[in-house]
């Protein structure tokens, strides 16, 4: 992607610092650095606002980023993102079901596939995580769809929530399962003493 270029000298062409620029889109400095750098990409609102600020059409502003996007957006990548997904999604439900017959096994061998089958789920969803960025899919796919003068349909667009959703799920299981196993720990050190 070129876009962190073309911010940069459209940037310095109108004399314009980071900071003024980001008070300009409503962002901090760090994210003009970040997108200046090609660290993170923006989303289709900084992209509108930023080609207003610049006086460029949003067309020139990404034209040569937009035959990547497609290429990043392809069904495959739809497709595997959505299959490790599912994934995640069995191991999760898996952990919850199988807590407590495993925690109910005479002495740690229960506890220990638990936790190891917990590490497994954790590995996975950070994987999840670095797909995701590293592809950038559901801002990659709002801004073609802008670009090519459409709107995502309502399957679409309930498949990026879907995508956003579970991160919050995850992250509540996440809580819940480190208070259930604390709290084992505390019943099995109180029935051992």
């Known amino acids: 992607m070129d876009i962190g ?4 000298k459209y940037r310095e062409q109108n004399n314009i610092s980071q900071e003024k620029l980001a008070l300009k889109i409503f962002v901090s400095r760090q994210t003009i650095s970040n997108w200046e ?3 993170s990409y923006l989303d289709i609102k900084s992209l509108t606002m930023m080609s207003n600020v610049f006086n460029v059409s949003l067309d020139d ?3 040569k980023d937009i035959e990547e996007m497609r290429k990043i957006i392809d069904k495959e990548t739809l497709k595997k993102f959505n299959g ?6 069995a191991e999760v ?3 919850i079901i199988s807590a407590y017959p495993l925690f109910s096994l005479d002495g740690y061998s229960g506890i220990i ?10 590995k996975n969803a950070s994987n999840i995580e670095k797909y995701k960025k590293s592809n950038d899919i559901q801002t990659y796919k709002e801004i073609i769809a802008f670009i090519d003068g459409k709107q995502l349909t ?9 995508k956003r959703v579970y991160q919050k799920i995850f992250l509540a299981i996440f809580i819940g399962l480190i208070t259930l196993i604390v709290n084992m720990i505390i019943i099995f050190i109180i029935k051992n003493t």
């Open 84 to 89: 490790i997904s599912y994934i995640f999604l």
């Open 61 to 63: 502003f990404i034209k």
């Open 93 to 95: 439900l898996i952990l």
């Open 113 to 122: 596939i638990w936790i190891l089958f917990f590490a497994i789920t954790i």
């Open 5 to 8: 270029n073309r911010i940069k």
């Open 154 to 162: 309502y399957e679409e667009k309930q498949q990026e929530i879907g």
């Open 37 to 39: 750098t090609n660290k």
